[in-house]
C-alpha cells in the first residue's frame, strides 16, 4: 500500500473493502470460524515444520488433488502470519506447510498497514485461525533502509519512504550508539514487536483474543540458517 500514489493507496483500500463486502452469506458460512487446533498446537505445528524445512527433511503435506478439491468449499488456515515480501521468506516453504494451511499476508518490512490489517482481520473473524504471527527475518532491506531514513537519507521514491517512515520508530528502543549492522539487527526484532503491539491493540483483534483465545505471537527468520526464532510465548 506504500508503495502506491495517494490515489491509488485509496482506490486500492476501497476495492479490498469492496471485495470484504461483498462476500454472501452463503460465502461467509462457509467461511465461518471452524473448531480448530489450539494456538500452542498450532505454533507446535510451525515449530516442527520449521525445523523439517531448516534441516531438508520437508514433507510438503496438504499439495495433492485431494486437497485441493477438499478446499473449494472454503478453508480454515489454523495461522495467519504477516511476513515481508521477501523473496527469501516465503511462509508456506519456511513452515513446511500446504494449500489451506497458512493464510499468508505479505508487504515489505512486513508492516501493518491498513490493507494488511483488514487482511489479517478477515483471517481471524471469518476463517479461524487460532495463531497470528508476525514475521521479520535478518538483512531485512527495509529495516536496513529505515535506519538510513531515521539518520537522514530519505529514498527519493515517496511510496518507499513512506513505507520506510513507518518502521523508523522501531528504532527509539535502539541503542544509537550500537554499530550500523547491530543496530539493523536490533532494529528488525524491535520492528516485529512494534507490529505485533499494533496489532493487539486493535479492538476487533482484542475480542477475538478474549472471546476465542487466539495468540499473535512475533519472529524472526534467518535468511542463512532458515531457522525460525520467536520471539515471545503468550
Known sequence: MYLCTNNFRAAGLSALLTIMLSLTSAAIANDAPKAGVTPATALNRLVAGNQRFASGKMTRPNDDPARIKSLASGQAPFVTVLSCSDSRVPPELVFDQGLGDVFTVRVA????????????????????????????HEKCGAVTGALDAKNGKKDSIPGIAALLDSIVPAYDSVNANLGRDAQVHAGIEANVLQTVAKLKELPE????????GIWILGAIYD????????????
Open 109 to 136: 518490512g512486513n508492516i501493518a498497514d491498513a490493507a494488511a490489517i483488514g487482511s489479517i482481520e478477515y483471517a481471524a473473524a471469518h476463517l479461524g485461525s487460532s495463531l497470528i504471527i508476525v514475521m521479520g
Open 205 to 212: 483483534l482484542k475480542s477475538v483474543m478474549v472471546s476465542r
Open 223 to 234: 535468511v542463512s540458517t532458515g531457522k525460525v526464532r520467536f520471539l515471545k510465548t503468550p
